[in-house]
């Protein structure tokens, strides 16, 4: 600091000392007339209980500056609404107001013929001349709402008769209106810097993006996309370096709906070349915005999702533009998977912010989505492959996620393992020595392998233990739906046989997670036996089908049910399990009513006493097990 400097700031502090000397002397006196009011007696005790404010070196720039109160420190938080609406909305407003009414004026004018197109055009680029010193002497008397609002109508004003210019006057081709609009943005982006002003670097955004329409209208060619790539760089370096977090994202936004803009407009002119300069634009935005968030250029980890969702517009665009060049998809998905890869691996290891693990699960979840998309790019036909892959990379993910703790990797990792499984789903099984079938065993395991993840990953997490237990009872469930015809003690029917068994397996597996969720538990219990009273009637039918007499199946199928029903009495009465008994007891008694609503109608006299009197006999040679003597019993498994 240059001493000319330190003296005028040791000649302001002694003015200030003199001021405060005043102040106290004429509250002394004013305390000993006796009109001490409320106000002086607390600026006292603020005096007395504050410490003096420290000046620093980086405050003492001018003499000039105004030295900082403490309600310029701390602000009221109460919202002014007069000042919101008086100092930034109404200059505003009426400043639309304004220009709707110039343009009106103008139109009259022009009815009337008064003004020629050259003094028009004139005028116009006087009104903003005129709008830009007035803005800068608002700003300059620190009236900064109302100059803002003025210096952005002065831009506005500038594009607008440029734009006339060209479209409606005639007085200039495209190229030089396109280059005055350039320099009108770049004035707009000065002023934005300048005045240290968000708002209009954001305005001055969205009008440069519109430019190319401004000025080619629906015409399409490479120097338009070579502009809009080119200002999509210049603008997130300005919000970069002037840490406008919201130019920033309107910036990234903004270029997609531009490009598809220029995607559509080139699909109806059949230019097809344009393709491929999207796609690179898109991969330069992705890389810049790699680039800032690697570098921490800034203070907050708020752009590392945007990363990702860059990447799958960047991803979607390289694929529209690689159409005629079949192998820069695939180049491009063995990059982003290399580089984030790199990224990850250096991140990981630094994990001594949390921006650096969320860069590091993001980094780790775009390696996930990369290869899952160059999986479904290799293989679109070959469905079954594909599934296999997807379920093996997804179950690896989420396992991989969850070790880590990255939420980003196990939704990731979730997200894939879903479509491998419904591609399998959509598979359908026409023979049981097939590619199929194979594939539905392996997702069956897969789904195992879930059950796992969660029951050994999600300690104490029995929201997820839950899904993945009913998600692999459903599995089962339309496997068997998936089996084809099948004979007693064929394959199918030994599948039949097995997948009922693993269901139980699976039962036994996890009761001890699930025994405070009763209802769970007994709905498995419910759909294991009617998975059984099925395999028991196919088994009856398929039996008798030699034989052919209905009468005989529809007997021997509720003989079936009964026999089965009592099964359970006896296992229940032996183990002393209640619930088997109530099982036993609710399943006679289904058995019962489907004779009597459902097999009378099909069955003849003869068939009908002898199916009665061995229910019958059923019924009463089991109703003598419940008078057995009362001993301990197990708790329930369905229910506790």
Same mark, same amino acid.
């Given at each position: 600091?240059s ?30 007339? &006796? ?16 410490p ?7 405050n ?38 304004l220009l709707?009414?110039?343009? /009106?004026? %103008?139109?009259? +004018?022009i ?13 116009g ?21 109302l ?10 004003i ?15 081709? *495209? ?8 320099? /009108? ?5 000065f ?24 000025? $080619?209208?629906?015409?399409v ?8 790539s080119? #200002? ?12 406008y977090? *919201? ?9 997609h709906? =531009?490009?598809?803009? %220029? ?14 300069f ?19 250029k ?8 945007? !990363? ?14 690689s ?9 491009y998905?063995? $990059? ?24 590091? *699960?993001?980094?780790?979840?775009v ?5 899952f ?8 036909e ?9 379920? &093996?990379?997804?179950l ?7 070790h ?10 979730? @997200?894939?393992?879903?479509?491998? =499984? ?10 049981? +020595? *097939? @590619?199929?079938?194979v ?6 395991l897969?789904?195992?392998?879930? !059950? ?7 300690? &104490?997490?029995?929201?997820?233990i ?12 339309? %496997? ?12 199918? @029917? ?9 269901? !139980?397996?699976?039962?036994? /597996? ?10 769970l538990?007994?709905? $498995? ?5 009617l998975?059984h ?5 196919d088994?009856?039918?398929?039996a ?14 509720? #003989?079936a049910?009964?026999?089965?029903a ?17 099982? &036993? ?8 009513v489907?004779?009597? %609503? ?18 019958? !006999? ?19 498994? @369905?229910?506790?």
């Amino acid at each position: 600091m240059s001493e000319h400097r330190i003296d005028q700031l040791e000649k302001r502090i002694e003015e200030l000392e003199g001021e405060v000397r005043v102040l106290k002397r004429q509250v002394h006196d004013t305390a000993k007339s &006796g009109n001490v009011d409320f106000l002086s007696v607390h600026e006292q005790q603020v005096h007395k209980e504050e410490p003096a404010p420290v000046l620093e070196p980086a405050n003492m720039n001018s003499h000039k500056r105004p030295l900082q109160t403490d309600s310029q420190k701390h602000p009221n938080k109460e919202l002014d609404l007069e000042k919101l609406i008086g100092r930034v909305w109404l200059p505003r407003i009426f400043l639309f107001v304004l220009l709707v009414g110039v343009i /009106w004026g %103008f139109k009259v +004018v022009i009815d009337y013929g008064i003004l020629t197109e050259s003094v028009r055009v004139i005028l116009g680029f006087l009104l903003a001349i005129c709008l830009l010193f007035i803005g800068e002497w608002q700003i300059k008397h620190q009236r900064h709402a109302l100059g803002k609002t003025l210096l952005v109508g002065a831009i506005s004003i500038l594009i607008f008769t440029t734009f006339a210019m060209q479209l409606f006057y005639h007085m200039m081709t *495209s190229y030089p209106s396109f280059g005055l609009n350039i320099a /009108w943005v770049v004035l707009g982006l000065f002023l934005a810097h300048r005045h240290q002003s968000e708002i209009i670097g954001i305005l001055m955004a969205i009008v440069g993006y519109l430019i190319p329409f401004f000025s $080619f209208g629906l015409a399409v060619n490479l120097v338009p996309i070579i502009y809009v790539s080119v #200002f999509y760089v210049l603008l997130t370096c300005f919000a970069v370096l002037k840490n406008y977090r *919201s130019l920033f994202y309107l910036a990234s936004g903004l270029l997609h709906i =531009v490009y598809l803009n %220029f995607f559509i407009f080139a699909s109806v002119n059949e230019f097809m070349d344009i393709y491929l300069f999207i796609a690179i634009g898109a991969i330069v935005q992705q890389a810049l915005i790699a680039f800032t968030i690697i570098q921490e250029k800034w203070e907050k980890s708020w752009p590392i999702p945007l !990363l990702f969702t860059s990447f799958l517009l960047t991803t979607i665009w390289v694929k529209v533009g690689s159409t005629q060049i079949e192998w820069l998809f695939d180049a491009y998905l063995l $990059f982003i998977m290399g580089a984030s890869l790199w990224l990850f691996f250096n991140k990981n290891r630094q994990k001594s912010s949390s921006q650096n693990r969320q860069l590091a *699960s993001v980094s780790l979840a775009v390696v996930t989505i990369a290869l899952f998309i160059l999986f479904v790019n290799r293989l679109p036909e070959n469905t079954n492959a594909l599934a296999i892959l997807l379920m &093996g990379q997804g179950l690896v993910g989420l396992t991989l996620g969850r070790h880590l703790r990255y939420v980003f990797q196990q939704v990731a990792g979730l @997200f894939v393992f879903s479509i491998g =499984v419904i591609l399998t789903l959509l598979t359908p099984i026409y023979s049981m +020595v *097939s @590619f199929e079938f194979v594939v539905w065993c392996l997702m069956l395991l897969s789904l195992y392998g879930l !059950l796992w993840i969660a029951k050994h990953k999600y300690t &104490g997490h029995f929201s997820v233990i839950k899904v993945a237990f009913v998600a692999l009872v459903i599995g089962h469930l339309l %496997f068997m739906f998936q089996l084809p015809y099948y004979q007693v003690f064929g394959f199918a @029917f030994v599948m039949l046989c097995a997948l009922a068994a693993s269901l !139980l397996g699976i039962y036994y /597996w996890v009761r001890g997670l699930l025994k405070n969720e009763p209802a769970l538990m007994i709905s $498995f219990g419910a759909v294991h036996v009617l998975i059984h009273l099925f395999l028991l009637s196919d088994f009856v039918k398929i039996a008798m089908t030699s034989i052919g007499a209905s009468n005989m199946t529809t007997m021997l199928i509720s #003989f079936a049910w009964a026999i089965y029903a009592a099964g359970s009495i006896i296992i229940g009465t032996i183990r002393k399990k209640r619930v088997f008994r109530l099982l &036993g007891l609710g399943l006679l008694f289904m058995t019962l009513v489907k004779v009597v %609503f459902i097999d009378l109608n099909y069955l003849t006299i003869t068939t009908r006493s002898i199916l009665f009197i061995g229910l019958g !006999l059923i019924g009463l040679l089991l109703s003598r097990l419940f008078y057995e003597k009362k001993t301990t019993e197990e708790p329930d498994e @369905f229910v506790s």
